[in-house]
């Protein structure tokens, strides 16, 4: 079974960092980009991060401003998300997606990781 | 960057068609793609390059993309269908994906 587990969320105070992990499983992790996307409280989906297969291309959502990093282990089956100079309004759930075609769209989501800022 | 335009709500009762539209400036020169997201739960893919159904998704589901307009029809909707649906496009002259605002999709 395809599967996305986020990891590594929590309470943060404003200006810290926080490093978000994501295992994947059945399937073969190094044949396919993968994307970072959150959802604030209340709030819609808000594209973050996306990553080609080898990690030779990344693109990022103007809003993060470089204070956040997406990388992989391909030897891991992990992507990473690390987040730095973290701000009340990074509250979210934290969601990896898979790519399906590219960076078309996003066929296989984890459950997502919950990440507070507050002091 | 580009936007798109989704209604906040659409209502319909059981068994009738939902019509769910995203607007965009020549969208239909675009591929969409289509989430269906429940109360507490991660998105799904119901509809990718407009009108593709993944392996899993109902018949009912059904895109459709022209003009300014792509939509998402939900035929003889069911109450399990109630959720917030986000449209979807990769914005290629600037690398960016972008996501509609959502729809809250209620079942009468």
Not at chain 1, 7 to 35: H, I, K, W
Not at chain 1, 59 to 68: I, K, N, P
Request: proline residues 5%; glycine residues 12%; contains cysteine.
């Amino acid at each position: 079974e395809v599967h996305l587990e986020e990891s590594g969320g929590g309470l943060v105070q404003p200006g810290g960092s926080l490093r978000l992990s994501c295992a994947a499983s059945g399937f073969t992790f190094s044949d396919y980009e993968m994307n970072w996307v959150r959802q604030a409280p209340g709030k819609g989906l808000e594209w973050l991060s996306y990553i080609t297969t080898r990690g030779t291309t990344i693109y990022y959502a103007d809003s993060m401003e470089g204070r956040f990093t997406i990388s992989r282990d391909n030897a891991k089956n992990s992507l990473y998300l690390q987040m730095s100079s973290l701000r009340v309004e990074d509250t979210a759930v934290y969601y990896c997606a898979r790519a399906g075609y590219g960076p078309l769209y996003m066929d296989v989501w984890g459950k997502g990781t919950t990440v507070t800022v507050s002091s | 960057s580009y936007v798109l335009t989704q209604p906040p709500s659409v209502s319909v009762a059981p068994g009738q068609t939902a019509r769910i539209p995203c607007g965009g400036n020549d969208i239909g020169t675009q591929s969409v793609h289509w989430y269906q997201q429940k109360p507490g739960q991660a998105p799904i893919l119901v509809i990718y390059d407009d009108s593709k159904r993944p392996s899993g998704i109902p018949e009912r589901f059904a895109g459709s993309n022209s003009g300014n307009t792509a939509t998402l029809t939900i035929n003889r909707v069911e109450a399990e269908d109630e959720a917030d649906y986000y449209c979807q496009v990769w914005e290629s002259n600037i690398d960016h994906v972008v996501f509609g605002g959502g729809t809250k999709l209620t079942v009468l």
